[in-house]
């Protein structure tokens, strides 16, 4: 293994007497270090490519998904369109549940708004499933 190091401090040296690493990304400025102790060992890696690539895990990408539904259901009219938004949010939420075994944590309020106007209209009932005890989230909602 010495060999290799040997022959790596040789070109490094040719390539500065050269002037090739004079001008490069962040040259003089400190390196930053990325906390990635919470990462498995065997993952960092991949982790550090997928990330430079602008890629994100399914998991956040899925609750971006869900948070960007959320809002765009906040502000619609009452519809066709706003119940087809709101079957797709709860597909996206047990989806996200199943995945990470947990409910996902939305805001009560939120949740409480959205069962109360749903059933307020008659034609909707909560899942006969309720969420476990001393578990939060937001359980699916059905049509009746």
Do not use: W
């Amino acid at each position: 293994m010495e060999i290799f190091a040997r022959i790596a401090e040789e070109r490094i040296k040719e390539a500065l007497g050269r002037g090739e690493l004079t001008d490069l990304p962040g040259r003089g400025k400190p390196l930053v270090f990325e906390d990635d102790s919470l990462v498995p060992e065997d993952q960092r890696l991949s982790m550090k490519i997928l990330r430079n690539a602008g890629c994100i895990p399914p998991e956040l990408e899925l609750k971006k998904e869900i948070m960007a539904l959320r809002d765009l259901i906040a502000v619609m009219d009452e519809g066709e369109g706003k119940v087809a938004k709101m079957r797709e949010l709860n597909y996206k939420l047990m989806k996200f549940n199943m995945r990470m075994k947990r409910p996902i944590n939305v805001e009560e309020s939120y949740s409480e708004k959205v069962f109360e106007k749903l059933t307020s209209r008659g034609n909707f009932t909560p899942h006969p499933r309720p969420l476990p005890q001393g578990e939060r989230g937001l359980s699916l909602i059905s049509p009746s």
